[in-house]
Nanobody, 126 residues
């Protein structure tokens, strides 16, 4: 019912910036809590940031606080992840995800998200 397509990934140097976008299709985008996750080769998927349905509540992992900003534009059915001061440790495939409609808590575990994009790779060189 909800399709997510990420874009904006690429290769950047340490200290650089990147803005990821996630375009959503489906009914009532504003009904879904959204999150950004990342997964490096050989490692588990982890939550980077998440945002409530209206955008009034956000979550950031400690390593991303002050560097990453999640936002959403419900009128455009799009969620963004602005990444600044990128570090080599940020290298991973980044996924956009949506919780099922009706769920309101901003969670961080992958199993609580029902819909996933295909992922966009981000590589930060040192």
């Amino acid at each position: 019912q909800v399709q997510l397509v990420e874009s904006g990934g690429g290769l950047v140097q340490a200290g650089g910036s990147l803005r990821l976008s996630c375009a959503a299709s489906g009914r009532t985008f504003s009904s879904n809590v959204m999150g950004w996750f990342r997964q490096a080769p050989g490692k588990e998927r982890e939550c980077v940031a998440a945002i409530s349905r209206s955008g009034d509540r956000t979550y950031y992992a400690n390593s991303q606080k002050g560097r990453f900003t999640i936002s959403r534009d419900n009128a455009k059915n799009t969620v963004y992840l602005q990444m600044n001061s990128l570090k080599p440790e940020d290298t991973a495939v980044y996924y956009c995800a949506a919780r099922g409609r009706g769920w309101v808590v901003v969670t961080t575990t992958p199993s609580t998200y029902a819909y996933w994009g295909q992922g966009t790779p981000v590589t930060v060189s040192s």
